[in-house]
């Protein structure tokens, strides 16, 4: 022990020498760096773990004896994925809010071992009702996952418009819906050692300007599905969560659609206020939004419905699901930025021109009488 001490003592002596003589003549210092080895082992570790990755996702887990439940399939992500999952062979059980989404998807999967219920998860008593149902009829199949996919674009233009309803409602089915279902059928992924999936979107990554109610709401989702993850690992029940970027496929993304929807909280606003930002404001907000969803929105609804039959199906599914160019390339990348940096890059991306309210036009607020 003794001895060891010393060898401690002469190498930390030799350490302290070594610094102190390179503090007083730097220039003795020599590194010898080989850019090519420099570039190439990260790139190489890159690569690597990125062929691997890919091998291993595609090793699949079976379907037999599993069922799934998924909410919000009237019609979009919701419908295409029960019925894919049922021509795969899983037990589908598909929420519906409305009979004619239930009767339609019923009469297209007639052959199919799919059953369409009636299912609005911002009620406790529908949401029960579903939970009964469900149990009911798995028979000997196991409740495998339950898929968080129901949910409404809530997005009315700037914050200021909207009253507590508009994030109320958002809040209402895009956050409190995934936990109200959750929460009733989690004793049968429990027992199944099962997959809880949830949607939320780049915006619960990245709030734009104009998308207050409904990223407030995404941003829950986020939170609650981290929350959910780590409490429900010690149960076997894996979490995962799927983030889509701008999609046009659906009726969620339409230009009618969100016409009427800045129209329904400008209308309301008081007079003074929709003065202060004037037609022309609200008509260049409502533009922009429309020729940002033409350029940057993807009209495959496949990269979303494929991301949620991933996570279903793969041994070694991700926790989280990037889905479409956008996501990947612009808003991802873009919620890791200095929040000047970020906020510089959506001005660019805007096309570099204000949209200025007519106030501001006219002076301002000191020269307004």
Same mark, same amino acid.
Request: aromatic letters at 10%.
């Given at each position: 022990? &003794?001895?060891?001490?010393?060898?401690?003592?002469? &190498?930390?002596?030799?350490?302290?020498?070594a610094l102190w003589q390179f503090v007083g003549n730097p220039g003795t210092l020599t590194v010898s760096v080989h850019?090519? /080895? =420099?570039?190439?082992?990260?790139?190489?570790?890159?690569?690597?773990?990125?062929?691997?990755?890919?091998?291993?996702?595609?090793?699949?887990?079976?379907?037999?004896?599993?069922?799934?439940?998924?909410?919000?399939?009237?019609?979009?992500?919701?419908?295409? =994925?029960?019925?894919?999952?049922?021509?795969?062979? &899983?037990?589908?059980? *598909?929420?519906?809010?409305?009979?004619?989404?239930?009767?339609?998807? #019923?009469?297209?999967?007639?052959?199919?071992?799919?059953?369409?219920?009636?299912?609005?998860?911002?009620?406790?008593e529908s949401v029960a009702a579903a939970r009964k149902i469900v149990g009911e009829k798995l028979g000997d199949n196991? =409740?495998?996952?339950?898929?968080?996919?129901?949910?409404? &674009?809530?997005?009315?233009? =700037?914050?200021?418009?909207?009253?507590?309803?508009?994030?109320?409602?958002?809040?209402?089915?895009?956050?409190?819906?995934?936990?109200?279902?959750?929460? *009733?059928?989690?004793?049968?992924?429990?027992?199944?050692?099962?997959?809880?999936?949830?949607?939320?979107?780049?915006?619960?990554?990245?709030?734009?300007?104009?998308?207050?109610?409904?990223?407030?709401?995404?941003?829950?989702?986020?939170?609650?599905?981290?929350?959910?993850?780590?409490?429900?690992?010690?149960?076997?029940?894996?979490?995962?969560?799927?983030?889509?970027?701008?999609?046009?496929?659906?009726?969620?993304?339409?230009?009618?659609?969100?016409?009427?929807?800045?129209?329904?909280?400008?209308?309301?606003?008081?007079?003074?206020?929709?003065?202060?930002?004037?037609?022309?404001?609200?008509?260049?907000?409502?533009?922009?939004?429309?020729?940002?969803?033409?350029?940057?929105?993807? #009209?495959?609804?496949?990269?979303?419905?494929?991301?949620?039959?991933?996570?279903?199906?793969?041994?070694?599914?991700?926790?989280?699901?990037?889905?479409?160019?956008?996501?990947?390339?612009?808003?991802?990348?873009?919620?890791?930025?200095? /929040?000047?940096?970020?906020?510089?890059?959506?001005?660019?991306?805007?096309?570099?021109?204000?949209?200025?309210?007519?106030?501001?036009?006219?002076?301002?607020?000191?020269?307004?009488?």
């Amino acid at each position: 022990r &003794f001895q060891l001490y010393l060898f401690r003592m002469d &190498f930390i002596q030799s350490l302290i020498s070594a610094l102190w003589q390179f503090v007083g003549n730097p220039g003795t210092l020599t590194v010898s760096v080989h850019l090519p /080895t =420099l570039l190439g082992a990260p790139v190489a570790a890159i690569s690597g773990y990125l062929l691997l990755r890919y091998c291993w996702e595609l090793i699949p887990t079976g379907s037999k004896g599993k069922a799934v439940l998924i909410t919000g399939c009237d019609s979009g992500f919701g419908r295409a =994925l029960a019925l894919k999952c049922a021509r795969a062979g &899983f037990t589908v059980f *598909a929420g519906c809010l409305t009979d004619q989404g239930r009767e339609s998807l #019923s009469k297209e999967a007639h052959s199919l071992p799919l059953f369409a219920i009636p299912l609005d998860i911002t009620k406790d008593e529908s949401v029960a009702a579903a939970r009964k149902i469900v149990g009911e009829k798995l028979g000997d199949n196991v =409740l495998w996952a339950a898929v968080n996919n129901a949910g409404i &674009f809530a997005c009315y233009g =700037l914050a200021e418009w909207c009253s507590p309803d508009e994030y109320r409602l958002s809040f209402e089915v895009n956050c409190l819906g995934p936990v109200r279902v959750t929460n *009733a059928f989690l004793d049968l992924l429990k027992r199944s050692k099962g997959r809880l999936i949830s949607v939320s979107s780049v915006a619960g990554r990245l709030a734009e300007k104009g998308t207050g109610p409904y990223s407030v709401a995404k941003y829950g989702v986020e939170a609650w599905n981290d929350v959910m993850r780590r409490e429900l690992r010690p149960f076997g029940v894996s979490v995962h969560l799927v983030e889509p970027g701008i999609c046009k496929a659906t009726n969620l993304l339409d230009k009618k659609a969100h016409n009427d929807r800045v129209a329904s909280v400008w209308n309301k606003m008081p007079a003074r206020l929709r003065e202060e930002y004037g037609e022309e404001f609200k008509q260049q907000l409502i533009d922009d939004w429309n020729a940002g969803l033409e350029i940057l929105g993807s #009209s495959n609804i496949n990269l979303v419905v494929d991301c949620y039959f991933h996570a279903l199906t793969a041994r070694y599914p991700r926790l989280r699901y990037q889905c479409g160019w956008d996501a990947l390339l612009i808003w991802i990348p873009a919620s890791y930025m200095p /929040t000047p940096i970020q906020d510089r890059f959506r001005t660019i991306l805007d096309g570099g021109k204000p949209n200025i309210p007519a106030i501001m036009k006219s002076g301002g607020f000191a020269e307004k009488k």
